[in-house]
Nanobody, 123 residues
Framework: QIHLVESGGGLVQAGQSLRLPCAAS????????LGWFRQAPGKEREFVAA????????SHADSVKGRFTISRDIDTRVIYLQMNSLKPEDTAVYYC????????????????WGQGTQVTVFS
């Protein structure tokens, strides 16, 4: 079982940056890909970014391209979401997720989820 713990959320002004780490533990060799998702109040959970664990291939939602970057540190088993030029519409709970089998990393079909971390951006 893979265990995921997000941190790094907070209250920031528009235009500022945050970096969200997600610490992973467990039999990580079985993970195919890792993703970041977010859910704003009253809205459905949506894809933000994903990365394949071994190959490091990334994908980002159009709404965050050029502002957010996903990365991973294989040695420490930490997945990062660097968020720059934050906007009020980025306000949401951000979740880290892990998928064991190959497939569409932009879908919600992940095997493990973290508890989430709140990001609030004010103007």
């Amino acid at each position: 079982q893979i265990h995921l713990v997000e941190s790094g959320g907070g209250l920031v002004q528009a235009g500022q940056s945050l970096r969200l780490p997600c610490a992973a533990s467990g039999p990580f060799f079985s993970a195919y890909g890792l993703g970041w998702f977010r859910q704003a109040p009253g809205k459905e959970r949506e894809f933000v970014a994903a990365i394949t664990w071994l190959g490091g291939r990334t994908s980002h939602a159009d709404s965050v391209k050029g502002r957010f970057t996903i990365s991973r540190d294989i040695d420490t088993r930490v997945i990062y979401l660097q968020m720059n030029s934050l906007k009020p519409e980025d306000t949401a709970v951000y979740y880290c997720a892990a998928r064991q089998s190959p497939g569409d990393l932009t879908s919600l079909n992940y095997d493990y989820w973290g508890q989430g971390t709140q990001v609030t951006v004010f103007s």
